[in-house]
Structures are given as structure tokens and as C-alpha cells.
């Protein structure tokens, strides 16, 4: 368009040219008397004339050049723009463009500037979405998809991760989270459950608010927020278990001596010898719930530090023989021979919690042990770390329970752990601390053969 106006303009610059020799040698002709130099005058004059016009053509096509350059930068600059291209560097406004290039370029500029801010914050926006530990899902009041992270695409299974645009169902047809999103956009009241994953063993918590608040009775949308709770869901339930059978292991012993007691203020039990029994097992009782309590407070020290204090230089050996002495009567009692052997097993630890670890992997040894059994304690030192193995010839534990028996309160045998005087949290003090020195243990068990318990605990924490 521009090059055929400029053609035109020539065009038009020539004929007036044209026009105006004609009516001049028309002029002369008519009102001039021949003369000797007619011919010449006429000649110069028309001369001048096509000069003129052959100028003017030329200034034509100069400025129709340079405007031409100037126009295909601004294109370029335009598509550059349109394609994305943000480096400034590739801008350039030609030097022979209008009197306001200046300005342009300014403008030119900051667009570009703006386009590569617009660029760069929405990368950093989709960086922060993904990098996120929570499923995000934004909605409009028509549930369709319009924004959803990464996160949010693996808790439900999506496998197009391009989801904008696609309507809630697309996604899910969890009919619990369909009319809590549809109910939330309709009164703005925001929602919370938990869902139940059960093939991947996962706990989910879906909570559901409106967005910009309510606009005539209904919300611009709604956003999803999808957390995982598995660990705390789980959390949660061991501490109710762990209460309700604490409370239970309490009343155990003290519903017993509390019948002791009638009975002996009813003067239902008078002889000596009766009162002295009774006596005995309420001594008996008092002191397993003693036993139970002091365990309740060890395992819930134990959960409430990250990290041991009081380190020193301690004997694995040492340790494990002065445990067999404390048990040295109810082994006596059962003819169980105990035996430690090996070497030092030396490490840096709280001598207190070796000393309880060791306690109650060779006291269970010896409960849960056959009459003439035995019960072999071995500690050796290996790739920095101290092995210490307690091996038994016991009742041993079915393979369905051997992973169990570390839970609160779990017991094999309930009838036989409660004769013995067990509480059901020895071997759960031992896990937390076995934990919480960053060592792990070792199971083998055979029913009717007996058990090993090996724990290996590095030298130096």
C-alpha cells in the first residue's frame, strides 16, 4: 500500500511537470511574437521543468525506502514481541525513523520490559505451585480447572498434568468432593474431610474455601487444597490406642487391690496367714503398676527429645552383666542360665538408656523363656558399629507378630505376659531408643525355638 501511494505521488509529480511545460509553450506561443531565440527559451524552460520532476521522483523514492525500513523494524519489533523474544539487545529502531522514534523506542522498550517481568513472574508463580508439598486445584463457578499444580495432579492419579480448561469431573469422581466444592460455591462456606486412599495406604485431607468471598449469594470459585495426613491420621491413633490401654493396664492392678482391701476391711479374711497372702498380692500389683507407670514416663521422654544429652564412654559388656544381675532372681526361680559373652562393645552413650535397653531385651528373654531354658547375650564391634544380640530358646514369636511385638502394648501371649508381670511397653522403649540413637534391629524367631534380637548402634554418634 505504502509503496504504491509513493509510485502514485511520482506519477503525479511528473504529469504536473508535463502540464505546466505545455501551458508555458502554449503561453509563449500565443502571446509572443517569434523571435530568433524563441526556440531556446522554450527549450531551457522545459528542460528545467522535467529536472524538476525527475527530482521529485527521486525524493519519492528515497523517502519511500527509508519509510519502508522503518516499518519493517517496527514489524520486527512486533513480532519479536508477539514470539516472546525478551532480550532487549535484538530491539532496534532504524535511525531514519519519524521525528518521534525516540519516544517510540521508549515505548518499544517498555513493553518488552513488561512482557519479560509478566514472563518471569509467572515462571517464578509455577515454580512455587510444583515446588509445593500440598495439591493445589483453583476453580471458577463453573468447576472448571483453572490452575493445578503438580502435587495436586499425583494425589489424583492424573496423567495429564494439562488439565486448564477441563471441568472438575475430569479430574475426579469423588461424589464427597464434587458437591463440597459445588455447595462451597453456592455459600461460601468453606469444608474440610479426610480421604481415604486405600490402595496406596494414604490418608488425605481435602479442605475447600471460596474465593473473593461471596458476590450476590455466590463465590467466583473456589480453591482445593489437598494435604497428606497419613502420618499424623496415624499419630493420632496410636496416642488414643496408647491411652485407652494405659487406662486399661492401670485398672488392671487397681481394681484388684481395691477387692483386697473389702475384703480384708469386711473381715472377710481373718487368718493370718490369708491376710499375708493377700497382703503379698497387693504388693504384688502395686508394684506392677509402679513398673507400668515408670515405662509410660520413660517412652514418653523418649518421644519428646530429638536428641540424647549426658554422653560417656560406655561398656556394652559391662552394661549387659549388670543387667542379668537384676534379673538374676527370676531367672534363679525358672533355672535359666544367662551368659554374656564377647568383647567390650564400647561406645559413646547415655549410660541410662544403654542401661534400660539392655534391661528389657534380657528381662524378656528370661519371661518369655521354657523352664531350663537359656539365654545368651552377645556384643562385638563391627564397621563402627556395636552389635549386641540377645538369643533365647523361648516360645519364640509367629512371623505375623514379629514386626508387631515392638508396637505399645502388644503382646503375643496376653494371658502369659500378664502372669509374668510384663507391661507391653519394653520392647517399644527399646525401637525409640534403638531410634534415637540412629541404629536399627534385627529379628529372628522361630515358634517353639526361641528368639534373637541383635541391635546395632554405631560407636560414635
Same mark, same amino acid.
Given at each position: 500500500?505504502?509503496?504504491?501511494?509513493?509510485?502514485?505521488?511520482?506519477?503525479?509529480a511528473?504529469?504536473?511537470?508535463v502540464?505546466?511545460?505545455?501551458?508555458?509553450?502554449?503561453?509563449?506561443?500565443?502571446?509572443m511574437?517569434?523571435?530568433?531565440?524563441?526556440?531556446?527559451?522554450?527549450?531551457?524552460?522545459?528542460f528545467?521543468?522535467?529536472?524538476?520532476?525527475?527530482?521529485?521522483?527521486?525524493?519519492? #523514492?528515497?523517502?519511500?525506502r527509508?519509510?519502508?525500513?522503518?516499518?519493517?523494524?517496527?514489524?520486527q519489533?512486533?513480532?519479536? *514481541?508477539?514470539? !516472546?523474544?525478551?532480550?532487549?539487545?535484538?530491539?532496534?529502531?532504524?535511525?531514519a525513523?519519524l521525528?518521534?522514534?525516540a519516544?517510540v523506542g521508549?515505548?518499544?522498550?517498555?513493553i518488552s520490559?513488561?512482557s519479560?517481568?509478566?514472563h518471569?513472574?509467572?515462571?517464578?508463580a509455577d515454580?512455587?505451585?510444583?515446588?509445593?508439598?500440598?495439591?493445589?486445584?483453583?476453580l471458577?463457578?463453573?468447576?472448571? $480447572?483453572?490452575?493445578m499444580?503438580?502435587r495436586?495432579?499425583?494425589?489424583f492419579?492424573?496423567g495429564?498434568?494439562?488439565? *486448564? !480448561?477441563q471441568?472438575?469431573?475430569?479430574?475426579?469422581?469423588m461424589?464427597?468432593?464434587?458437591?463440597?466444592?459445588t455447595?462451597?460455591?453456592?455459600t461460601?462456606?468453606?469444608?474440610?474431610?479426610?480421604?481415604?486412599?486405600t490402595?496406596?495406604?494414604l490418608?488425605l485431607q481435602?479442605?475447600?474455601?471460596?474465593?473473593?468471598?461471596?458476590?450476590?449469594?455466590?463465590?467466583?470459585?473456589?480453591?482445593?487444597?489437598?494435604?497428606?495426613?497419613?502420618?499424623?491420621?496415624?499419630?493420632?491413633?496410636?496416642?488414643?490406642?496408647f491411652v485407652?490401654?494405659?487406662?486399661?493396664?492401670?485398672?488392671?492392678p487397681?481394681?484388684?487391690?481395691?477387692?483386697?482391701?473389702?475384703?480384708?476391711?469386711?473381715?472377710?479374711?481373718?487368718e493370718?496367714?490369708?491376710?499375708?497372702?493377700?497382703?503379698?498380692r497387693?504388693?504384688?500389683?502395686?508394684?506392677?503398676? $509402679?513398673?507400668?507407670i515408670?515405662?509410660?514416663?520413660h517412652?514418653?521422654?523418649?518421644e519428646?527429645?530429638?536428641?540424647?544429652?549426658?554422653f560417656?564412654?560406655?561398656s556394652m559388656k559391662?552394661?549387659?552383666?549388670?543387667?542379668?544381675?537384676?534379673v538374676?532372681?527370676?531367672?534363679?526361680?525358672?533355672?535359666?542360665?544367662?551368659?554374656v559373652?564377647?568383647?567390650?562393645?564400647?561406645?559413646?552413650?547415655?549410660?541410662d538408656?544403654?542401661?534400660?535397653?539392655?534391661?528389657?531385651l534380657?528381662?524378656?528373654?528370661?519371661?518369655?523363656?521354657?523352664?531350663?531354658?537359656?539365654?545368651?547375650v552377645? $556384643?562385638?564391634?563391627?564397621?563402627?558399629?556395636?552389635?549386641?544380640c540377645?538369643?533365647?530358646?523361648?516360645v519364640g514369636?509367629?512371623?505375623?507378630?514379629?514386626q508387631?511385638?515392638?508396637?505399645?502394648?502388644?503382646?503375643?501371649?496376653?494371658?502369659?505376659?500378664?502372669?509374668?508381670?510384663?507391661?507391653?511397653l519394653? #520392647?517399644?522403649?527399646?525401637?525409640?531408643?534403638?531410634? *534415637?540413637?540412629?541404629?536399627?534391629?534385627?529379628i529372628?524367631?522361630?515358634? !517353639?525355638?526361641g528368639?534373637?534380637?541383635?541391635?546395632?548402634?554405631p560407636?560414635?554418634?
Amino acid at each position: 500500500m505504502l509503496k504504491r501511494s509513493v509510485w502514485w505521488a511520482s506519477a503525479l509529480a511528473v504529469l504536473v511537470g508535463v502540464l505546466a511545460c505545455s501551458g508555458t509553450l502554449a503561453l509563449f506561443t500565443d502571446t509572443m511574437q517569434p523571435t530568433a531565440g524563441y526556440e531556446n527559451i522554450v527549450y531551457s524552460l522545459l528542460f528545467g521543468l522535467l529536472a524538476g520532476a525527475v527530482t521529485a521522483l527521486f525524493t519519492c #523514492l528515497h523517502v519511500q525506502r527509508r519509510t519502508e525500513q522503518c516499518m519493517n523494524g517496527i514489524i520486527q519489533v512486533l513480532e519479536q *514481541l508477539r514470539q !516472546g523474544v525478551r532480550d532487549s539487545k535484538h530491539i532496534t529502531i532504524q535511525d531514519a525513523f519519524l521525528p518521534g522514534q525516540a519516544r517510540v523506542g521508549e515505548l518499544l522498550m517498555q513493553i518488552s520490559q513488561a512482557s519479560e517481568k509478566v514472563h518471569s513472574e509467572r515462571a517464578r508463580a509455577d515454580d512455587m505451585l510444583n515446588n509445593m508439598n500440598e495439591g493445589l486445584v483453583a476453580l471458577d463457578n463453573a468447576l472448571t $480447572i483453572v490452575v493445578m499444580n503438580k502435587r495436586a495432579a499425583e494425589f489424583f492419579k492424573s496423567g495429564d498434568e494439562n488439565m *486448564l !480448561g477441563q471441568n472438575l469431573l475430569h479430574l475426579t469422581h469423588m461424589p464427597r468432593l464434587i458437591e463440597a466444592a459445588t455447595q462451597t460455591i453456592a455459600t461460601g462456606q468453606a469444608d474440610s474431610f479426610d480421604w481415604e486412599d486405600t490402595e496406596r495406604r494414604l490418608t488425605l485431607q481435602i479442605s475447600i474455601s471460596a474465593v473473593n468471598g461471596i458476590v450476590a449469594e455466590k463465590s467466583n470459585g473456589v480453591i482445593l487444597l489437598i494435604t497428606d495426613v497419613t502420618a499424623v491420621r496415624r499419630t493420632e491413633q496410636i496416642r488414643s490406642e496408647f491411652v485407652a490401654n494405659a487406662s486399661h493396664e492401670l485398672k488392671t492392678p487397681l481394681t484388684a487391690i481395691k477387692g483386697f482391701v473389702e475384703l480384708m476391711e469386711a473381715d472377710i479374711i481373718t487368718e493370718p496367714e490369708q491376710v499375708k497372702e493377700y497382703l503379698g498380692r497387693i504388693q504384688k500389683e502395686t508394684e506392677r503398676m $509402679i513398673e507400668l507407670i515408670n515405662d509410660i514416663l520413660h517412652l514418653s521422654e523418649l518421644e519428646s527429645v530429638n536428641a540424647d544429652v549426658g554422653f560417656t564412654t560406655v561398656s556394652m559388656k559391662l552394661t549387659a552383666q549388670r543387667a542379668v544381675e537384676s534379673v538374676a532372681l527370676s531367672a534363679h526361680k525358672r533355672n535359666i542360665t544367662v551368659e554374656v559373652k564377647g568383647d567390650m562393645g564400647t561406645l559413646r552413650a547415655n549410660p541410662d538408656r544403654m542401661t534400660q535397653l539392655a534391661l528389657n531385651l534380657i528381662d524378656n528373654a528370661v519371661k518369655y523363656n521354657k523352664p531350663d531354658g537359656r539365654v545368651q547375650v552377645e $556384643i562385638s564391634s563391627k564397621d563402627g558399629n556395636v552389635l549386641f544380640c540377645v538369643s533365647d530358646t523361648g516360645v519364640g514369636i509367629p512371623p505375623d507378630s514379629t514386626q508387631r511385638i515392638f508396637e505399645r502394648f502388644y503382646r503375643v501371649d496376653k494371658g502369659r505376659s500378664r502372669r509374668q508381670g510384663g507391661t507391653g511397653l519394653g #520392647l517399644s522403649i527399646v525401637k525409640h531408643i534403638v531410634g *534415637l540413637y540412629r541404629g536399627h534391629i534385627e529379628i529372628e524367631s522361630a515358634v !517353639g525355638k526361641g528368639t534373637t534380637i541383635t541391635v546395632i548402634l554405631p560407636a560414635n554418634l
